[in-house]
């Protein structure tokens, strides 16, 4: 059903959500899929309680055995280059959805006055 699939998991900063998201990955690679991990900023800069920022890379990196996206730079390649089949936000917040909702209302409006 996956097989072959690019699947990214963008993280983002609800830090209590780290260990379970841990987890989905491992849960992920059992599939023979690619993943493609992106975190927010906040992820990137942030030691909190649960996790220091440099251990949850590694901890990512050992799991998805490649490198994490950590820049819009880095990301930019997505789409053009490397397609997604499939894009993860985990965990996803009533604000991170409705960011989203937006932005693809904006673009579709935009899309159609071409």
Do not use: H, W
């Amino acid at each position: 059903m996956f097989n072959g699939m690019k699947i990214g998991v963008g993280i983002t900063g609800s830090f209590c959500s780290l260990s379970n998201c841990l987890r989905f990955l491992k849960e992920l690679k059992k599939y023979p899929i690619d993943i493609y991990v992106f975190i927010s900023d906040q992820v990137n800069s942030c030691d909190t309680r649960f996790f220091k920022a440099n251990q949850l890379i590694i901890e990512v990196e050992k799991i998805i055995e490649k490198k994490v996206i950590c820049s819009v730079v880095e990301a930019e390649i997505f789409g053009p280059q490397i397609p997604l089949d499939l894009m993860v936000v985990y965990p996803c917040s009533a604000n991170t959805l409705a960011i989203s909702f937006l932005v693809y209302v904006v673009m579709t409006y935009f899309q159609q006055a071409e």
